[in-house]
């Protein structure tokens, strides 16, 4: 069975910074695609950031250039780095995996940016 851990959430001031992680555990063959949404309150859930297995990036608009999304492939582990946060970063985090051609949703983090 494939799981997947976030962590690195909390809080923090406007302007700050905040490392996510995404730990994928259990038995599989590969890990193809991996990617961040997050889901603000009282709002749906939306992409932020994804890497394909060969280090390939994209990003939203409103995080580009403030969030760094990374893969470490021999600890099956995601990061994201987020930099100069803003009030509206303030979400619930999941990380969301393609592990042998299934997709697979994390718990979430929730990350609150407030002073």
């Known amino acids: 069975q494939v799981q997947l851990v976030e962590s690195g959430g909390g809080l923090v001031q406007p302007g700050g910074s905040l490392r996510l992680s995404c730990e994928v555990s259990?038995?599989?063959?590969?890990?193809?695609?991996m990617t961040w949404y997050r889901q603000p309150p009282g709002k749906a859930r939306a992409l932020v950031a994804g890497?394909?297995?060969?280090?390939?990036?994209n990003y939203v608009d409103s995080v580009a250039g403030r969030f760094t999304i990374s893969r470490d492939n021999a600890e099956n582990t995601m990061y994201l780095q987020m930099n100069s946060l803003k009030p509206e970063d303030t979400a619930v985090y999941y990380c969301?995996?393609?592990?042998?051609?299934?997709?697979?949703w994390g718990k979430g983090t929730l990350v609150t940016v407030s002073s």
């Open positions: 969301n995996v393609g592990v042998d051609l299934r997709s697979y």
């Open positions: 259990g038995t599989f063959v590969s890990i193809n695609f």
């Open positions: 890497i394909t297995s060969g280090g390939r990036t």
